[in-house]
């Protein structure tokens, strides 16, 4: 039978000397699909000829074709990983490696350190801010490369099956009544019926990596490297690009860092600008969380399974969200305060300078070429930015997505359009106002390096002189930062919050 020849094979490849290359000792780890033989630099894998029931590597050249898939979609993040597929010849008691005919084929990969994983880094707490921008920017560029799936193509409808079969098989091994997270899940599903064909329609479904999360990430030379994507389901890939940046997000705060997971997101957004994603977020993160509590429940970790359910609770029924809007100059640190408010406190950001940019067509390092009050400078213009800064508030809002606005905000009209929006939504509303010295902000002006914004000390003379200062209601919404105050307790009171929010929700 193939089981009792790859067995003999796999047993024969415990041989060192059976490598075309020097290999001191082999080392073999088994999964429920695959063997994976550690020798020497390199390591190699050879999948099961098993056909449980989401795959079947029954067929030698059904084999080979899925290790020539793994290659080419682990090869598009991973190419230093990946190496090629390998043919196996001789026979099960007597292997080649190398030959043809062949009787079998291993994908052949460069091995890293096991501890370098982002999951064992976050464990001695040698996970940075810098690693999890470098993965936001990687993904959000890998997913920007990719080509959508046709709007026949039937992909990334399938979720709710996935997650209906995650509740059956968790009841097999769970005592509690799941009956209210069921509901709240197809509630959740049907109310977005409609966005899911949206996304499907628009390009946002995509071959993506398909199981990124926190173990599937290596740090190689300081780089973040996915690798071990989906091969075997195309279903399981060919996905909304909003369900694989879930996957990451529900991990960090899982695993406790909602400061890191909140930033991951924000990164995100900002390079793509893909803020209608979040109307079906909140779905692809109660899924993410559904599987693991599954898996979880399975291999008897109940713990873990309680921790994965209650973040499937909160994200279905989510926080009341708030609304944040900074006012201050060029240079007083609205984008610095921001970062701190959406990382302690838990938001969505929308920075005035990105998406400027976004509508000229520009990226956010290019140069515009705009004078003051002119081109994407100019009132008309500045108008258009407000307008679309005060839909996308509006739509994450409605999501139940906290939000805070970089934006200047130094005309009252700007700030009462704000507050007027939050009182028809009915959240609390906030105004971070940031104050400097007029040689702070022109130090920082001149430092500035990399960064969206294009004011100068001709637009920070122009903006001190068009200040509307803050008076009669407004104050009521004030919380001042400063080079000596941070009014961290009033804010938090003014959007109704006792303590930092540990869920993205």
Not at 338 to 358: C, H, M, N, P
Not at 456 to 461: E, K, M, S
Not at 478 to 502: C, H, N, T, Y
């Amino acid at each position: 039978m193939i089981e009792d020849g790859q067995s003999s094979l796999i047993t024969a490849l415990l041989d060192a000397r059976r490598y075309p290359h020097p290999a001191k000792s082999i080392r073999l780890f088994e999964t429920h699909v695959s063997w994976v033989l550690l020798a020497g630099r390199y390591a190699y894998k050879i999948k099961k000829a098993v056909h449980p029931e989401f795959l079947d590597f029954r067929k030698l050249d059904d084999r080979k074709y899925f290790c020539e898939e793994e290659i080419r979609l682990n090869g598009r993040l991973a190419p230093e990983i990946y190496i090629g597929v390998v043919p196996i010849g001789g026979s099960f008691s007597d292997p080649v490696i190398g030959k043809i005919p062949a009787i079998e084929y291993a994908v052949k990969m460069r091995r890293f350190d096991p501890e370098k994983t982002l999951d064992k880094l976050l464990e001695k707490d040698k996970l940075i801010p810098s690693h999890v921008d470098r993965l936001a920017k990687k993904i959000a560029l890998f997913h920007e490369s990719l080509p959508p799936a046709g709007p026949d193509s039937g992909f990334g409808s399938g979720l709710l099956e996935v997650a209906r079969a995650s509740l059956r098989e968790l009841g097999k091994h769970w005592s509690e009544d799941l009956s209210a997270l069921e509901d709240a899940i197809e509630t959740e599903h049907e109310k977005n019926l409609d966005c899911f064909a949206e996304r499907l329609e628009k390009g946002y479904v995509r071959e993506c990596h398909g199981d990124l999360h926190l173990g599937n990430i290596a740090l190689l030379d300081e780089d973040t490297v996915p690798f071990d994507g989906i091969e075997f389901d195309k279903n399981l890939r060919w996905i909304d690009v909003a369900n694989e940046i879930a996957f990451p997000v529900m991990d960090l705060v899982y695993r406790g860092r909602p400061d890191l997971a909140w930033r991951f997101l924000n990164s995100y957004l900002e390079i793509t600008g893909d803020y209608p994603g979040m109307r079906v977020f909140r779905f692809y993160l109660a899924c993410r969380a559904l599987v693991r509590a599954m898996v979880d429940a399975m291999r008897d970790d109940k713990a873990s399974a309680r921790k994965h359910l209650d973040l499937v609770h909160s994200f279905l029924f989510p926080a009341h969200p708030f609304l944040i809007v900074t006012c201050g100059l060029p240079g007083s640190g609205k984008t610095t305060l921001s970062q701190q408010i959406l990382e302690r406190l838990g938001a969505v950001r929308l920075r005035s300078d990105l998406e400027r940019k976004r509508l000229a067509g520009l990226k956010a390092l290019d140069k515009s070429g705009s004078s003051i009050d002119s081109g994407i400078y100019s009132d008309d213009f500045s108008k258009t930015v407000y307008s679309r800064l005060e839909a996308l508030a509006k739509m994450l809002l409605d999501s139940g997505y906290p939000v805070i606005v970089d934006a200047a905000f130094l005309e009252k009209a700007e700030r009462k359009r704000f507050e007027k929006l939050a009182e028809e939504l009915r959240v609390p509303f906030a105004i971070a106002v940031l104050k400097a010295s007029r040689q702070t902000l022109e130090t920082r002006i001149l430092s500035r390096r990399n960064d969206a914004s294009e004011a100068g000390i001709a637009v920070l003379d122009a903006k001190e002189k068009s200040v509307e200062p803050l008076d009669g209601e407004e104050l009521h919404h004030v919380a001042e930062f400063s080079e000596s105050i941070e009014q961290w307790d009033r804010l938090l009171a003014i959007i109704g919050k006792r303590a930092p929010v540990s869920l993205p929700c």
